[in-house]
Nanobody
Framework: DVQLVESGGGLVQPGESLRLSCVAD????????MGWFRQAPGKEREGVAI???????SYADSVKGRSTISKDTARNTLYLQMNSLKPEDTAMYYC??????????????????WGHGTQVTVS
């Protein structure tokens, strides 16, 4: 089964940066749509950034311009670099993978595999 393991979260001050990591198997990281989602207390889980199998990227408006999603296939790792962090970025961040053919989607229901999350707190 597909296992996704996130790391890199923590407590940071506003304006600081974090790089989140998600380790997966080589097939998943190389062939699936990969996404970062986040969920703050009392709010729905929302997409943050998407990386398709051809390395195309898309970002939520809330993080566009200060976040970068990327992968290192040699390390089987997906990354989310987040700069200029704001208190509003505080959330549990989840790595997700989808075997969906064609375009990657933003809806959480389109992602079959999820990690357990890594907490980002900006305060």
């Amino acid at each position: 089964d597909v296992q996704l393991v996130e790391s890199g979260g923590g407590l940071v001050q506003p304006g600081e940066s974090l790089r989140l990591s998600c380790v997966a198997d080589s097939y998943t990281i190389g062939r699936y749509c990969m996404g970062w989602f986040r969920q703050a207390p009392g709010k729905e889980r929302e997409g943050v950034a998407i990386l398709d199998r051809l390395d195309g990227t898309s970002y939520a408006d809330s993080v566009k311009g200060r976040s970068t999603i990327s992968k290192d296939t040699a390390r089987n790792t997906l990354y989310l670099q987040m700069n200029s962090l704001k208190p509003e970025d505080t959330a549990m961040y989840y790595c997700a993978a989808s075997p969906t053919w064609g375009r990657c989607v933003w809806e959480r229901r389109g992602y079959d595999y999820w990690g357990h999350g890594t907490q980002v707190t900006v305060s």
